[in-house]
């Protein structure tokens, strides 16, 4: 059998509002209640972020201790932070969760618009995520945006900041960033330092087709509201277990063709060395 496809759950994000759609878990049980169904449905890794009281973008640590912990009680999901937050973050503020120790962390290696606004990753800023995100252990997950991101990480590996293997996420269809297109990810992936391993994300309504392209092609997918609160056209997902049980049937649709099933929490913890 070929290796299983590792699905993350991008739950709750740090843009979506309960006015785009009433189903974004954002309390500290709807995350973890949410989350525990898309772990039962399939998903192994959790992209986390969290939000305050009012519903509002947070990266308080005691806000991801809690929701981490009430993940925790329930399942032994590997647990990814958002060192992104939301754009008007400091880079200090972004980074104050990760003395929780997660098992693993994004690092975006390089700085693109967002919206009207500029997600900002100066080589500084990278800097000072990656060493945290070193010093405390965590695997980092590196998310791309765009192609020449892959080269920013690329420069953190030979300057030390970072150490291979590496796993990177392609976040495709954001506007000013990198297509969602199976050419972009073929494109992309002989870039990779040699033993990464390697998850495709889609935003808005190329979340499913990009998922099946990075399925056929031996990634894994991150599947959740985070990237795309539809599950059919005109369609809300009830929830981000909803969305991913249409990733598995996705995937098992494929399976005649990739021989590859949905993997388990051990196996993904096999295959990212966690
Ligand atoms: N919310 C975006 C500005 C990440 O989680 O690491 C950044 C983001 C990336 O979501
Ligand atoms: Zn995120």
């Excluded at 390089?110 to 695997?139: C, L, P």
């Amino acid at each position: 059998m070929n290796k299983p496809v590792i699905i993350t759950v991008c739950a709750v994000g740090a843009e979506v509002t309960k006015e785009q759609t009433p189903y974004i878990p954002v309390t500290p049980d709807e995350i973890a209640n949410d989350v525990f169904e898309c772990y039962k449905a399939g998903a192994s890794i959790v992209h986390l972020h969290v939000r305050d009281k009012n519903g509002n973008p947070s990266q308080d640590k005691d806000i991801f201790k809690e929701v981490t912990d009430k993940i925790k009680a329930k399942c032994d999901i590997i647990i990814q932070y958002s060192t992104g937050g939301a754009v008007y973050m400091t880079v200090e503020e972004r980074i104050q969760g990760l003395i929780n120790k997660p098992d693993m962390a994004t690092l975006s290696t390089g700085s693109i618009n967002f919206g009207d606004e500029i997600f900002s990753n100066t080589r500084e800023q990278m800097i000072k995520i990656a060493t945290k995100i070193k010093e405390n252990g965590i695997k980092p997950e590196i998310e791309i945006f765009d192609t020449g991101m892959i080269d920013n990480a690329l420069y953190l590996i030979k300057k030390g900041y970072l150490s291979t293997p590496l796993h990177f996420d392609f976040v495709t269809g954001l506007l000013g960033g990198v297509r969602a297109t199976k050419e972009a990810l073929q494109y992309m992936l002989p870039l990779l330092p040699e033993n990464s391993t390697w998850t495709v994300a889609g935003i808005g309504k190329s979340q499913f087709d990009i998922a099946k392209e990075g399925i056929l092609l031996g990634g894994n997918i991150r599947i959740g509201m985070e990237d795309n609160i539809y599950l059919e056209k005109g369609v809300l997902a009830k929830s981000n277990a909803e969305l991913i049980k249409k990733a598995v049937s996705i995937i098992n649709e494929l399976y005649p063709i990739t021989q590859r099933k949905v993997a388990t929490v051990k196996e993904a913890k096999e295959i990212l060395g966690l």
